[in-house]
């Protein structure tokens, strides 16, 4: 008898049913299509019809599956029964935990609400979060913005209203040159996979500035191996040479900038402000007339190199500043570790992209003057940045300069250039301001975190000027905080500075551990106890799906679904998914039910705020508003007809503005979790300035009127503080901060060295961490696909250091900063500027946390760098405390980390290791199912 063939099903059923929802293994939340056999997730793939990811998905995203049956996935609500860091935890109902909460918050509502505090990690529901604790009271509240990007987004909003990744995007079917500063693999991925994709195909040009040439840079057609903290002074140089070159688009800065705008000269509390009309409009100088008019007034052609009366608009400060010598590329390169041919050969080729090879749309629009244009020109040149510009004390100066050269060039909102998503743009004035007055028993005046545009705004208190918020954000230590500083949280509650508060709520934010500047002090910090024997930060209150290393800090756990668990809204209010050509928004829903006693946290906040008696969520009788979040995500109504969702309003049929629908949500799930607008196409460009975009966005209900702007080169914001620490303004900062606020809060983009470099010579190399493609939140590290892709991480070490300390395959070595060391294993990278060691973030784990086995290679090899950073600076021997954050925005300044480095015997594991924590979770099964 023959051989006989098996028969193989080559197209074995993988499921029974597929339910449409949204990813959340990163901040892309790509769209999902979720396979369930038997009512249990057995595969998860791409959305081919999703506007984000259009089928595309990463290797988070398959992996989400493990997520959802993850071993270290919390089962009940946990009270402390042991110390603090002990993991002594008895299991209680949740009518125990929300009863305990209560009785907690209660009292502070009542008699003083800023004793609470909350923040709040990665979460995406950060409108309704921030609502929440402006309904309680408490002026201290923030997410994570101020550890991770706060610089970047600020930065872009001030100069342009709007920043990269959630608020824009390279026009990726036109641009010919994409220039990435400081972008690792983590944030936006598969969008930006998808655009260089694009890129590739048609031939454009991509080009990476960073140390690390990993990732996105690896793929790049040049690098640049820039010196960490350098960024800025690059980009600086970058605008000398085009100024020098007559490479700028002058018809573009004239028309949507506030370059032709005149600048008091005359000393006094005006000088360096914008001349004004009675109306408060800026004044520019009309070429055709010579008359002295507002810069809005119709038929005007803004003369840029005016002077009226002694007085020379912004652009000719502008010139006059970065032609200085100063900014020659022979002046910046050995600072850089750029070649000062390489950086003239960079200018060249952006120039040529942009002037040489222009982008025209035969597309007719009319602009906010009135005036009608019959062709869209673009300049097709796109840059995107992100953490690796931010993460410094100089990255809000850094990310300006970078906005200001993309608008000297004229590519953004062209044709080939930078287009914002819906609902950007959004000048910093259509922001709100930042609100800190509280009382007992009453909501907060308004929304804690803005945008300030003078000392007026600042959150301080009305009686002695103090602080208003735990954090210090809004004050004059970093006047622009737009996102809050998480990371001197709890720094300054164990402090008592300015006051001590009562409650800690934490809401997915592991900073006992990967999400703390220092690990081990934070660690200390959350134990330590006053001379009665109390806990400094008497009740921590915390939430997470996850058995983390901060479950272990917390007195009261309420624990949260995972993502394919719950209702979720990724909403206009907070931080959409929008495309440039679209506006768009999203749901998660509950595609499998829990098999644990756990809750939404966003739901166990509306039932608290019930029980609290909030008002915006409790009838004018004290009867809950709300069931659930479900509930609030279709009733809630943020302005009169405007929600969390924009989709399927009024009877169904209404887009933007409509009366809450009841069967919104079902709508959403039927579209496939998703719902889009596209932007009209002759509104698709010049948003900021086109009338045709200002009128949709009014129908859309992004804002109530147009509001067209115009970009500021000159951040006039800036000034104002800067006048302040010149003695004109009634509110005045401290006396040892005045120097500083002149020198750094300049309204033009300026370069100063990181803080981290001040400890000199004795710490030559900068130090990096950047999170890998494969994970994004800490939580990656304990999922059992990602793990066998990223389940250890070395010191990347540079050629030159490799060689100098005599390092071979498999050595260690001990890594020392002003504020700690580390014994890590080494690895040799030869594509790393050669002053620079780095490793991945988050892979480390401490022992008996996420279920993890005690001889995990996460818990023995790998390790953190975050015990090598502090809050604060060194000590200058004046008494202060400096924070190592960025002056203006507070950001933290997690890359000015300087080290040396030194060759030692091999270890064992990784140093410092910290014992085990008893896990509130039952161990890991061996072989999962």
Known sequence: MGYQQPELDTSPKVSDEVRKTTCYMCACRCGINVHLKSGKVSYIEGNRDHPINKGVLCAKGASGIMQVTAPSRLRAPLRRVGPRGSGAFEEISWDEALGLAVRWLAPLRAKAPEKLAFFTGRDQSQSFTSYWAQAFGTPNYAAHGGFCSVNMATAGIYTMGGAFWEFGQPDWDRTK????????????SNPIKIGI??????????????????????????????????????????IHELLKAGKIDLDYVARWTNAPCLIEEAEGEEKGLMLRDMLGKPLVVDKASGDLVPFDTPGIRPDIAAVRNGCRTVFQHMAERYLAPDYAPEAVAARCGIPAERIRGLAAEIAHAAFDEPVVLDRPWTDFRGERHERMVGRPVTFHAMRGISAHSNGFQTARALHVLQILLGSVETPGGFRFKPPYPKPAFAHPTPHSYFMPGRPLDG??????????????????????RIDKGFTWENP???????????????AGDPYKIDTLMLYMANMAWN??????AVMAMLTDKDEDGEYKIPRIIYSDAYASEMVAYADLILPDTTYLERHDCISLLDRPICEADHAADAIRWPVTEPDRDVRGFQSVLVDLA??????PFVTKDGKPRYRDYADYIVNHERRPGVGPLMGFRGDGTAVG?????????????????????????????????????????????????PQPYIFQLYAEPMRRFQLAAEGYHERQPPDRLRDRIKATMDPLPIWYPP???????????????????????????????LRQIHGLNPLYVPTKVWDEHGFEDGDWARVTSPNGEITVPVALMAALNENTVWTWNAIGKRKGTWALSPDAPEATEGFLLNHLISELLPEKGDGQRWLNSDPITGQAAWFDLRVRIEKVEPQTEAQPAFGPIPSPVPPAKRNRP
């Not at 040159?177 to 936006?188: K, N, P, R, T, W």
């Not at 999400?515 to 081990?520: G, I, L, Q």
Request: aromatic share 12%; hydrophobic share 40%.
């Open 515 to 520: 999400s703390s500047m220092n690990t081990a």
């Open 610 to 615: 019930g029980r609290l008696g909030l008002p």
């Open 657 to 705: 503005r409509g009366a809450p629908n009841p069967k919104q949500i079902q709508r959403y799930i039927d579209n496939g979790g998703f719902f889009q607008a596209e932007v009209p196409e002759g509104a698709a460009f010049f948003k900021p300035w086109n009338a045709a975009y200002q009128n949709w966005a009014v129908a859309m209900g992004f804002y109530d009127q």
């Open 480 to 494: 622009l905080s737009a996102h809050g500083l998480m990371h001197m949280v709890i720094p300054n509650a164990h």
């Open 755 to 785: 803080f981290g470099d001040e400890v000199g010579a004795d710490y030559p190399l900068h130090a990096l961490t950047q999170r890998p493609m494969a994970m994004y939140h800490s939580w990656g590290s304990q999922n059992a696909w």
């Open 197 to 238: 994709g694009k890129l590739k195909a048609r031939g454009a040009r991509v080009i990476g500035v960073n140390p690390v040439r990993s990732g996105y840079n690896a793929v790049a057609d040049d690098w640049y191996g820039i010196t960490p903290g350098t960024d800025g002074l690059l980009i600086l140089a970058l």
């Open 447 to 468: 929304p804690h975190l803005g945008f300030p545009h003078g000392p007026e705004h600042l959150a301080l208190k009305l009686d002695d000027q103090t602080p208003a």
């Open 177 to 188: 040159l994409f220039v990435m500063f400081g972008v690792a693999e983590d944030h936006d």
